[in-house]
């Protein structure tokens, strides 16, 4: 995994972007539970990269638990798990 720089992207120094092959990875550390709007806040990020690189596919890179509801609204909007 090749580490990203986010500002290319418009985003946020904190954000944690890597690449691996033809996908974006957004890497989240932390123990507490993925809601739906941690979700929404994720579908933005996707946005702002496939605005640049439309062919790239977009993954979600946790060990922090989904919830139900955001895990199915995530992959409505073709960000894979």
């Not at 550390?29 to 790239?56: C, H, P, Q, T």
Request: hydrophobic share 35%; charged share 40%.
């Amino acid at each position: 995994m090749i580490k990203i720089d986010p500002e290319k992207f418009g985003l946020s120094k904190r954000t944690k972007l890597y690449e691996n092959k033809n996908k974006v990875l957004i890497k989240v550390d932390r123990k507490s539970r993925i809601i739906m709007n941690d979700g929404l806040r994720f579908f933005e990020i996707a946005k702002k990269i496939k605005e640049n690189n439309k062919e790239k596919k977009i993954s979600l890179l946790t060990n922090a638990p989904i919830c139900s509801k955001t895990k199915s609204f995530l992959i409505k909007k073709e960000i894979s798990i």
